[in-house]
Structures are given as C-alpha cells and as structure tokens.
C-alpha cells in the first residue's frame, strides 16, 4: 500500500468485546489518523493523534503511537453490532508536506 | 456546509470515451485529495492540492488521468480515455490544514464497459 499495512486484514467478534486494529507505517508522520468507511460511504474521521502524543481517548475509542516502531493501534471498547464497518489508519505526513495516505483497512465485523 | 460534494454519484461509460468527476470542497479548507478506491489496491492517494495548486501527483497511474483546480470551489478529475481497468470509486477529501480531519465526499461509483 502507499502508506503501509494495517492488521488483521479482517476481524470477526461478538458485541461486547474489545476491537484492536494495528497500522504501521513506512515514512515519518506528522500526525496520524483513524477513519471508518460504512459500505459503500466516504470515509468518516474518528480520531487523530499528533506524532508527539503516545496516547489518544475518545469515548470507547483509545489510539496508541509508537513512532519508535513506526506503529499505531485502534482500540475499540465494548464493541456494538453498529460498529461494524472497515477502518483506516492514514498517515499525514511522508515525503510531501501535507499529504494523506492510506494503508489497506481492516474490515470488521460485530456478531450481535 | 453541506460537506464535500461529487458528482456525479455513479457513472458507466464505455472504454475509449472521457471521463470527468467532479468536486466541491468544503468552503475554506486549502487542501484538496482524489483518491482511487479498488478491492485489489485499496485507497489510493492519486493527486493532491494546497490554495488551488497541485503538490503531488505522484499516485496518477499514467498520462490518461489529469486534474484541475481552476478555483478553491472547484476540482475535476479527467480519465481520457478511460479503459475498464479505471473501473473503481472515486473520492474526494478536504481539510482547513496540515493537523486536521479530512473530509471525505460520498465518492463517485466509475465503471467502464
């Protein structure tokens, strides 16, 4: 992908449980953001954190950022059937200023 | 603010004709993105602009494709001639600045027969 990887590829749990989806990436960042695309739909942002942030809360949402091992990851709390959707994790940084790539998503499914 | 506009939503057309989707960004963001969407490739960064002029066209798969941003309320992207292999959806993204969300349209559904 222009950006690098995200994992798993896809994830199936129950309501209820926890989500974790990691990115990594390949050039340095500015900062990093998270996205959900609902079939079909554009993208809709959820969260960003800054490249001198290691941890981000909203709601039942965390990110974590280890610029280190050039790493992200997505917690998803007390998952919901309406939180099934793909998401993305997108660099805002690279080789252009300003710029915004993608890795290839993780599509997950929330069984009720 | 209605949000990033596209148009148009869905679009077939046959190989060898030109194609033009369309764009309007949210009123005062600098920055503008077209992106490919595909199964296989994913979500790809084709072009980008900041005040109307274009920084990194890097992601244009080849000649066919070109872009324009005549005015910040405006932004074309040109398949000619477009081949089935261009068959995807197309989005279009805005955002004010470097350290904000990007807005995304509700893309435009290409297909080429």
């Known amino acids: 992908s222009q950006q690098g990887e995200e994992d798993p590829q896809a994830l199936s749990i129950q309501e209820g449980e926890n989500a974790t989806m990691n990115c990594s990436y390949k050039?340095?960042?500015?900062?990093l953001q998270w996205y959900r695309q609902n079939s079909g739909r554009g993208l809709v942002h959820l969260i960003l954190?800054?490249?001198?942030?290691r941890e981000k809360h909203s709601g039942r949402l965390r990110v974590t950022l280890d610029t280190s091992k050039k790493s992200s990851s997505l917690l998803i709390t007390a998952s919901r059937a309406a939180d099934t959707a793909s998401y993305f994790c997108g660099n805002a940084g690279g080789t252009s200023y300003g710029k915004l790539t993608f890795g290839q998503g993780t599509i997950l499914t929330v069984h009720p | 603010d209605a949000g990033v506009i596209q148009s148009p939503r869905h679009e077939v057309t046959e190989m060898g004709q030109e194609v033009t989707l369309r764009c309007k960004p949210i009123s005062g963001h600098d920055y503008l993105f077209w992106y490919r969407q595909t199964m296989m490739r994913g979500l790809e960064l084709l072009i980008y602009f900041n005040n109307n002029v274009p920084i990194d066209d890097s992601g244009m798969p080849e000649d066919r494709f070109s872009a324009k941003m005549p005015n910040a309320s405006f932004s074309t992207l040109k398949i000619q001639p477009s081949e089935p292999r261009d068959s995807a959806v197309y989005f279009c993204a805005s955002r004010s600045a470097v350290n904000t969300e990007a807005f995304f349209g509700q893309g435009t559904r290409l297909t080429v027969v």
């Open positions: 954190i800054r490249s001198n942030e």
């Open positions: 050039t340095s960042i500015n900062n």
